[in-house]
């Protein structure tokens, strides 16, 4: 990292710290945690399908399940943090088990698996658990909404850092080199087995903290809720839209995905699924590299115009 | 060094080798031609442990391949550029070289062995921070050589490394081929392009319908009218 992304990174995190503080309107905050929500959603989701190359399509299943259990412990008596914990590693249990058996068969099947698992799931707490899940009154007579959002930065400041040092590792070399060609990685002795399900065991961990996370936030919902497939497809549309395998790509993916989404909520309520279904069309199709390609690509073009303008200057002078 | 006896070999019901047998000596550059489709990189899939064979058995100084997995097998030091090269395209020169020391034999050594691939290829060096994709045909297989070569393989496989390359390339690379050669790491190259190969190997394998036809030193099988007829026109 060069000196300037120090300061800028640093800059960005007094900012998200100082947010509460000095903007004390809730609803501010609100959308302010809720973009952080989806950073962790889509930051998880990126480790495995950005920076691997296996598509999940059941993220929601270890969100729900990190929901679940962190509410049930939780609820009961345990304090938050152990429960937030057990439900990431109930999230990374269920990962494997469909991960193991469905990462030893090449293509579609883990993505069919996990959006089996992810619907079976859905149905299955949907029917198990009909009622509402609200917080316990003595909760909801101290509920607060800056701990929440401090519980969310930390998480998002996690497996950002997280994804950070992997992409740096042998490990993540090992996963991009996986992504890229699997036969080639695999006759370099990078077992791609062993990386897809680290990779995968990783991002259904983060999951589950952001679903424990949730637990902790969200006064009441249905128990469902949280397994419902949109988590999924907003994760990896943002993702896509933000950058693929890149750190920064889900950040920018989440903010502008949460952002758009409120303004065109005001005027077109559900409309803007259709917006979002067309940019991710149009992402797909002529920018597979996302908003960071794109704005790379800018970069390039702007750095080779005044290198061509620098050469007519120099030109200019000379012909003084 | 390494020895195939009796391979048979398939993809689902398709059988593809029949009963092949070859053997490597430490040292040597061996080659192993025959035209299109007829078993070459089928063999290379086999002793790189990326298809098990039916039957028959491979070994490689006193291990048994036959069940051994991929990444096992390069730790051993068997190392494998694939047909087309196959580098990732998507990272730099680089890292691609980085992945290539990614067993643990070859890792403590990664800086040393750095340097010899780019004593061998300095072009690789002039580019390392340039994404792979971006390299031409000839520098794509540099990486794909130097990259295998980072295992500090003792035996290194060749899949068509002339594919696609123009006569010059196709020279150049031999050359450098033969310098890795040289410089001590056994070599077994499977061509199409069967005059240059032959010229190049020490001993060399013809190989039809995934059988072996014939073997001889090169310059032996170079004058051998049916290989002159079938191969060299």
Known sequence: MGRKQVIFIALLIAILVLLP???????????????????CLASSWNILGGYTGQTNLGHAAFFGLGALSTRFLWMSGWSLLPSVLAGGLLAVAFALLIGIPAFRLRGVYFAIGTLALAQILYITVGNVFSDISSLRPQDLATYQLVPRYYFFLVLALLITGTTYLLVNSKLGLGMMAVREEEEAAESLGVSALKHKLLALSISAFFAGLSGGAFAYYHVGYYPRFPFSPEWTFDSMMMVYIGGAGTIIGPIIGALFFVVVR???????????????????????????????????????????????RGVKVSFQTTDD | MLKLSGINAAYKDLQVLWDVSIQVDEGELVALVGSNGAGKTTTLRVISG???????????????????????????????????????????????????????????????????????????????NQRAGTLSGGERQMLAIGRALMSKPKLLLLDEPSFGLAPILVEQIFEMITEINRQGVTVLLVEQNVRAALELAHRAYVIENGRIVGQGTGEDLLSFESVRRAYLG
Do not use: C
């Open chain 1, 21 to 39: 503080v000095v903007v004390k309107k809730d609803n501010i905050i609100n959308l302010a945690l809720l973009v952080l929500l989806y950073i």
């Open chain 1, 262 to 308: 409120e303004l065109l909520a005001l005027k077109l309520v559900e409309l803007h699924l259709i917006v979002f279904g067309i940019l991710f069309i149009l992402v797909v199709l002529f920018l597979p590299g996302g908003f960071v390609e794109a704005w790379k690509k800018m970069q390039a073009a702007f750095a080779r115009r005044s290198k061509e």
């Open chain 2, 50 to 128: 990326l298809l098990k064979p039916a039957s028959g058995s491979i070994s490689f100084q006193d291990h048994s391949l036959g069940k051994e997995s991929a990444h096992r097998i390069v730790e051993l030091g068997i190392s494998q550029v694939p047909e087309g090269g196959k580098i990732f395209t998507g990272m730099s020169v680089l890292e691609n070289l980085e992945l290539g020391a990614f067993v643990a034999r070859a890792r403590k050594d990664k800086d040393q062995t750095l340097k010899w691939v780019y004593e061998i290829f300095p072009r690789l060096e002039e580019r390392k």
